[in-house]
């Protein structure tokens, strides 16, 4: 057989297995069809695409499965916010309101006297749950990055002490660190909430002091100091009425620990002194 | 006297000449999918449906088509036509079938079209001049041989873990010397099946 013959028919040949295969494929193809809903594409094309499971719902290819089948609210993603939510609700003819932004915040900004070794333990709650709290105090941050771990936007790093912080500008107010900590030391506050206390200890101040040089002793100035009513002490730490708060800052100024910070200085004064 | 032929086939090509530890071939799943004994044995078995899928294809083309027509030197495009094909026939009934399997593989089924074991053993098949039972056999001791592999890695990978190791060896380091080792401890079979 000629050199052009076998090239052609190996052409031929190549061309008649290409459409074989592609009649085997479509036949296939038809027998099989799995029927999804073409809203789920778009809906999932929506939303944040970070797959941080915040919602609840596997990831946002499972969060878009739900809101179309009608088993989740279009305000379920607390990443996308209000904006994601009428965009859902628009396509699926749905709405619903979502609350406020919120932030993450970690109630502790420790020196601690005698802070804990971590030899051979990884995590804050292998920390807790082996050793829990004999040394230093039992209800500020253990430093192993819990919480750092989960975050899906890189929002919290270490200080120069050890203890994490959130970096407020970043943070997308998922929740999962809430649920990381295993000292419960971080909860979501609303995006306007500026005044934070930076310590959750409970115990009067003598036994705080011996354990900590930052932790907020119950004194009472930032109380006196505070011109519109905005604080009061419960539990040896002080509760502020946002309604009233005006972050004029007398309060934190008065503070001798300076456990009281204003706004988005947490995140950034102390990722820079890191 | 047939029967123990193709019994050596499938010992020889499970382990003996294991295509993973021994001819070096799959070693993208093998490190890619071995996290978990699950969903490694999940692969192995995909894989073995390839296999012996694209074993008998491909013989079936080399025979009916290549060989009469002289065309023996588009084996390796034709091959790679069906099994190309093979693999998206057989990802779209597994994702009718059983979308949780689907969905635990994701992305590594159509690589599956990618592994060279596929490819080389279909090269290998023509190579050895098989008949179509003994190809059969081939692939399925292939596929048996490839599922151990990946099984084993995923095993000790799992038990890693929780292991101490110097921070210059985690994570891929580890586990190309873990591969390496497993390799030598299949040379143990050597000798085993007269080849």
């Given at each position: 057989m000629g050199v052009v013959q076998k090239i052609v028919l190996a052409g031929v040949v190549m061309g008649g297995l290409g459409v074989l295969f592609g009649f085997i494929l479509a036949l296939v193809e038809r027998r099989f069809r799995v029927e999804t809903d073409p809203r789920i594409d778009e809906v999932e094309a929506l939303l944040p695409g970070i797959n941080c499971g915040a919602c609840g719902l596997p990831g946002c290819r499972g969060a878009?499965?739900?809101m179309v089948a009608g088993t989740a609210e279009v305000n379920q993603c607390s990443v996308g916010g209000q904006a994601v939510a009428d965009q859902?609700?628009?396509?699926?003819?749905?709405?619903a309101q979502t609350g406020p932004v919120k932030i993450a915040v970690i109630h502790c900004c420790p020196s601690l006297k005698n802070p804990p070794q971590y030899k051979d333990i990884h995590t804050c709650l292998g920390y807790q749950s082996l050793i829990g709290s004999t040394l230093g105090c039992s209800y500020g941050?253990?430093?192993?990055?819990?919480?750092?771990?989960v975050c899906p936007s890189d929002a919290i790093r270490q200080d120069k002490n050890g203890r994490m912080s959130v970096v407020q500008e970043l943070c997308i107010g998922c929740g999962l660190c809430v649920k990381a900590c295993p000292r419960s030391a971080i909860r979501l506050h609303e995006e306007q909430h500026f005044l934070q206390l930076l310590c959750q200890n409970p115990e009067n101040g003598k036994a705080v002091l011996a354990v900590c040089n930052s932790g907020c002793i119950a004194c009472g100035l930032c109380v006196r100091a505070c011109t519109h009513q905005a604080l009061r002490l419960e539990d040896n730490l002080p509760v502020v009425d946002y309604a009233n708060c005006t972050e004029?800052?007398?309060?934190?100024?008065k503070c001798p620990k300076h456990c009281l910070i204003i706004g988005t200085q947490q995140g950034q004064e102390r990722v820079n002194a890191s | 006297?047939?029967?123990?032929?193709?019994?050596?086939?499938?010992?020889s090509s499970a382990l003996v000449n294991n295509f993973v530890l021994s001819r070096f071939l799959g070693i993208c799943p093998f490190l890619g999918v071995s996290q978990k004994i699950e969903t490694a044995v999940s692969m192995g078995w995909a894989t073995t449906l390839v296999l012996v899928v694209s074993a008998i294809v491909t013989w079936s083309l080399e025979q009916f088509i290549l060989l009469p027509f002289g065309l023996e030197f588009l084996r390796y495009v034709a091959y790679i036509l069906v099994i190309a094909s093979m693999v998206q026939v057989?990802?779209?009934?597994?994702?009718?079938?059983?979308?949780?399997?689907?969905?635990?593989?994701?992305?590594f089924l159509p690589l599956i079209t990618t592994n060279c074991a596929v490819l080389g053993l279909a090269l290998l098949v023509a190579l050895k001049s098989y008949n179509v039972v003994e190809a059969a056999v081939f692939a399925t001791g292939a596929g048996l041989g490839f599922t151990l592999a990946l099984a084993l890695l995923?095993?000790?990978?799992?038990?890693?873990?929780?292991a101490d190791i110097p921070e210059a060896f985690q994570g891929t380091p580890i586990i190309l010397i873990t591969a390496g080792i497993l390799s030598m401890a299949f040379l143990g079979f050597a000798g085993l099946v007269a080849q």
């Open positions: 878009a499965e739900a859902i609700g628009s396509l699926l003819g749905r709405s941050c253990v430093g192993l990055g819990d919480c750092a771990q004029c800052g007398l309060c934190v100024e | 006297m047939v029967l123990k032929g193709l019994f050596l086939i499938l010992i057989i990802e779209t009934i597994l994702a009718k079938t059983s979308p949780a399997l689907h969905r635990s593989l994701g992305i995923a095993g000790i990978r799992e038990r890693l873990e929780w």
